[in-house]
């Protein structure tokens, strides 16, 4: 039952109406038994502060999604686990009066990408935002390099640029053999691909952190082109669980759970 003693916690980004991360995270609270609730809430640029910091404060917290990671970054009072190098949060919670801010997508992709089985030397990773900069951190502790492809030249020239800074090296598009779709295209069903298969002709395995019901157009068409290819349902998982984990640290994420929970709902 819902009362004045459930701690509540949100997504936060815009579009939220899509996300799985509600029931997903509502059938893990309850596999647990916590008196705790997971809502979407849809928001602009200039509510992402103070619905961070009222929902930590009441004693809950949250996720953030596109396109408010970079601004959630700078709205928290300390940057943990991998916030701090990506420049990106995407979880939130409250210690001791202070609002806290992490960032799982870096675990969270390492992890979804094994079944992939996937050890490429270099990686193409298509967008320049908070989850491309997550990207190109894992792609760095698996000792890969890194190419970037985006539509705005000037953002390509900023995310090199912000990769070379942290020591990763560079590749070229051409020789990638792991293609990782960082953008938001493919949640619409009118989107335009986010890279055409002939873009990585050395790629071998496609990752899409988009997720829908019957996987993604994208998806759908590397692995025609012969890569092996995932959706971004893993990824959410693996990064809920770790969310989870750190909004209740006594506890145990029910992954395989959560992980039924939104199979079911994309099939």
């Known amino acids: 039952m819902i009362d004045g003693n459930t701690r509540v916690f949100a997504l936060i980004g815009d579009p939220v109406a899509h996300s799985l991360s509600p029931a997903m995270q509502n059938a893990a609270f309850r596999a ?7 809502v979407a809430l849809r928001c602009g640029s200039e509510d992402v502060a103070p619905l961070m910091r009222a929902l930590a404060r009441a004693g809950g917290g949250g996720n953030v999604t ?3 990671k970079e601004a959630a970054a700078l709205a928290v009072d300390r940057r943990l686990d991998d916030a701090a190098e990506v420049g990106a949060c995407n979880v939130f919670w409250s210690e001791q009066g202070a609002v806290l801010g992490g960032n799982t997508d870096v675990e969270g992709l390492l992890r979804a990408l094994e079944p992939l089985e996937s050890a490429a030397e270099s990686w193409l990773i298509v967008g320049t935002g908070g989850a ?18 985006s539509r705005a030249a000037e953002r390509a020239a900023a995310y ?5 800074e942290r020591g990763i090296e560079p590749a070229s598009p051409r020789e990638c053999r792991l293609v990782v779709n960082a953008t938001p295209l493919g949640l619409r069903a009118d989107d335009p691909l986010p890279l055409e298969p002939s873009a990585a002709p050395a790629a071998t395995a496609a990752f899409d952190m ?7 157009p994208w998806v759908r068409a590397m692995r025609a082109a012969g890569c092996r290819s995932a959706d971004g349902r893993g990824m959410l998982v693996e990064q809920g669980a770790a969310a989870l984990e750190r909004w209740f640290p006594a506890h145990s994420a029910p992954t395989e759970i959560m992980r039924a929970t939104v199979n079911a709902a994309l099939r």
């Open 32 to 38: 647990l038994g916590l008196h705790a609730v997971y």
């Open 66 to 68: 596109i396109p408010h």
């Open 132 to 149: 491309a900069r997550a990207a190109a951190v894992a792609a760095a502790r698996c000792g890969s390099r890194v190419a970037v492809s």
């Open 160 to 164: 090199e640029r912000w990769v070379a």
């Open 210 to 216: 988009v997720y829908r019901t019957n996987e993604t």
